[in-house]
């Protein structure tokens, strides 16, 4: 029966295709491809004369019955810009389409721009969060980060460059300053990891280029909290209303982390 092969192609340097890679790519009847053009002219290096038709972000589910179809007589490969297909990149619905039909779906594993930042970072890799590309608008990009914001883990998130200080002054606010590595054009002949902390990359950063993957330090242990003036005036409201200072102090205690004592303190000042 034919086979759906999910093939990792360069992210930069066309060196980085594998032999088995190039194998498929050749021996394949069809290849879906995000961009012909761009795939075109990783074949044309290594002298590969496949059929390509264009799958992507949209003609992703017009084309899906028609390379489907496609799959009932003959294996074709299905491949991204950069990287492997389906992360951040079109692939994910064909890929459940193909199983649920029961069509073999083949990983033919290279490069992947997360895992390379991550690699190279200097930061920790035993666990990491990778939540794509950062939304475009600032409020919502801002509710993506608050998600993550007690994650431990390192967190991968990639960045076009006229977004990038935008992205860098949101994880600012809401994840605060911390250790990054911004990551440009890797594998590529202006490759640079800069590693410092957000501040750091916001000043580095005047004016990006090229492609960015950014790998931000998870959340450093637990932060002590702090007896806050909103925690003091809901207290205040919450005796306005008739609540006793157990009553109270149980209530904020359970919400805020603080210990009873302290809440109770603030309580007697109240009076």
Same mark, same amino acid.
């Not at 360069?10 to 295709?17: F, S």
């Given at each position: ?8 192609? =360069? ?5 980085? @295709?594998?032999? !088995? ?6 021996? &394949? ?8 053009? $761009?795939?075109?002219? *990783? ?7 496949? !059929? *390509?038709?264009?799958?992507?972000? #949209? ?7 028609? @390379?489907?179809? #496609? ?63 950062? =939304? $475009?608008?600032?409020?919502? $990009? ?5 998600? &993550? ?5 390192? @967190? ?6 006229? !977004? ?43 004016? =990006? $280029?090229?492609?960015?993957?950014? &790998? ?14 909103? @925690? ?40």
């Amino acid at each position: 029966m034919p086979s759906l092969y999910v093939v990792a192609t =360069p992210i930069g340097n066309l060196e980085d @295709i594998s032999l !088995r890679a190039l194998r498929i790519l050749g021996q &394949v009847k069809l290849i879906a491809a995000e961009d012909t053009r $761009r795939t075109r002219k *990783l074949l044309n290096a290594y002298d590969i004369k496949t !059929r *390509l038709t264009s799958y992507h972000e #949209h003609n992703k589910l017009a084309k899906l019955e028609n @390379i489907l179809s #496609h799959l009932e007589t003959e294996d074709v490969a299905l491949v991204s810009d950069a990287g492997m297909p389906g992360i951040a990149d079109p692939g994910q619905e064909l890929i459940a389409a193909a199983g649920l039909k029961g069509i073999t779906v083949v990983p033919i594993p290279g490069p992947s721009a997360a895992i390379t930042a991550l690699a190279v970072s200097g930061l920790p890799t035993e666990r990491f969060s990778y939540i794509g590309f950062l =939304p $475009r608008k600032s409020g919502e $990009r801002r509710r993506l980060l608050e998600t &993550v914001a007690g994650e431990t883990g390192s @967190i991968v998130c990639l960045e076009t460059p006229h !977004r990038l200080r935008a992205a860098l002054e949101d994880i600012l606010l809401v994840l605060g300053e911390r250790p990054v590595a911004v990551c440009r054009q890797l594998t590529k002949l202006h490759e640079e990891v800069f590693r410092g902390t957000v501040s750091e990359a916001l000043e580095h950063f005047g004016q =990006p $280029r090229g492609e960015f993957v950014l &790998v931000i330090t998870g959340k450093i242990g637990a932060e002590k909290p702090q007896l806050t003036e909103a @925690i003091t005036k809901k207290m205040a409201a919450m005796r306005r209303a008739g609540q006793t200072a157990r009553q109270t102090v149980a209530a904020m205690a359970a919400e805020t982390g603080l210990s009873k004592k302290e809440l109770y303190r603030a309580w007697l000042r109240l009076t």
